[in-house]
């Protein structure tokens, strides 16, 4: 099993990323897909889940209206389009597949800053 995520980068207050997972070794299309976040010094937290069917979607109330999830079934792959950045973005961006367990990506650091 493998998650692993691309796209974070440096980038300044206002800008925009587009964070991927790519995974691999288990059937993607039955699990639910989620971005998490671990900030330095701060605990891990959800910030959006998009179901299995790619249907529904739910986000952190912190970054409603800013950050997209998506998901390509058919490539195996689950998409995290962040706008509007703010320097409080700042954090190891992890991707997690959920079902009857859990798998974890390495993570993909973005870091929001003038």
Known sequence: VKLVESGGGLVQPGGSLRLSCAASGFTFSIYDMSWYRQAPGKERELVATIRSAGSRT??????KGRFT???D???NTVYLQVNSLKPEDT???YCNAHRWTDFWGQGT???VSS
Do not use: F, G, L, M
């Open 69 to 71: 999830i998506s998901r």
């Open 73 to 75: 079934n058919a490539k």
């Open 109 to 111: 650091q973005v870091t």
């Open 91 to 93: 954090a190891v961006y």
């Open 58 to 63: 739910n986000y952190a109330d912190s970054v």
